[in-house]
């Protein structure tokens, strides 16, 4: 694990979850961190225990779909700690619906969080990875229905084009795409009784589900300098579900 000492991170949808999760490994690596979220009661708690346990943090009340509430959430970064070093964008909504169920408010909400909302986090923060060069960016997201994985494949896009764009100029650009993470309630909700569970870990080559940790862990590898030849990649987090 690398080094972050006197580096900043900016986690979007960090209150809780797989971008708390990743604050968290950030921080205890040694970097300041901000968590970007639209739940105010959250995401200060999570600011205040990692403040507590690790090294500053600060928490910033954003929705990633509106542009100036990232533009005004750069303000607040460099007027408390005067750089930006890694962007992870983690923030989304899944809803687990079909065509003929889900709701035109439902897939535009989809798309403006996670797809759009990565372009409003990226452009407000662009011309700071240009003057910061080594700068990284990630994306990690789970589940939902048709809505979601059409909105993850135009962030994917968006990843390898960023990658593409920003590589010569020394910045890593990366996807992470965790499947069948153990983020706690949500898991019982989609599989409730022992028999369910079991059912699909028996399929699962590593025979358990992923955890929240495993995601942050992957998030701090591709941070690491010493890993910067990995570049416009969509690394798949599934404990080998694909190809069983």
């Known amino acids: ?21 990743i ?10 961190t901000v968590i970007v979220d639209y739940n105010p009661e959250t995401g200060t708690k999570t600011a205040e225990e990692i403040t507590n346990k690790y090294v500053k943090s600060l928490f910033v009340q954003a929705d990633v779909s509106d542009p100036a509430a990232l533009t005004e959430a750069r ?17 989304g909504v899944a809803f687990a619906n079909k065509v003929n169920d889900i709701s035109f408010e439902e897939w535009n909400k989809t798309l403006s ?17 240009l003057d910061n060069q080594g700068s990284r960016s990630a994306l990690s997201g789970t589940g939902g229905g ?41 898991m019982r909700v989609n599989y409730p009784t022992k028999e ?3 059912a699909v870990i028996n399929k699962i080559p590593v025979r358990r589900f992923g955890t929240i940790e495993d995601v942050a862990n992957l998030a701090i ?9 990995i570049q416009g990649q969509t690394i798949l987090m599934d404990g080998g579900r694909t190809i069983a």
């Open 1 to 21: 694990m690398g080094n972050f000492e006197g580096k900043v991170a900016l986690v979007t949808g960090a209150a809780h979850g797989i971008g708390k999760g």
């Open 146 to 186: 048709v809505s979601y994985p059409a909105s993850k494949a135009g962030g994917e896009g968006l990843i390898r084009g960023l990658a593409k764009e920003l590589g010569p100029k020394g910045v890593n650009v990366n996807a992470i795409a965790p499947r069948l993470i153990d983020t706690g309630e949500m």
């Open 23 to 32: 604050a968290e490994k950030f921080a205890a690596a040694g970097a300041n």
């Open 196 to 198: 369910s569970l079991d």
């Open 221 to 229: 590898f591709l941070a690491d300098p010493a890993n910067s030849y």
């Open 75 to 91: 303000e607040k970064v460099f007027k408390e700690f005067g750089r930006i070093d890694f962007l992870v964008l983690n923030a």
């Open 113 to 129: 969080i996670n797809l759009t909302g990565l372009f409003n986090t990226v452009k407000a923060f662009y011309n700071d990875f």
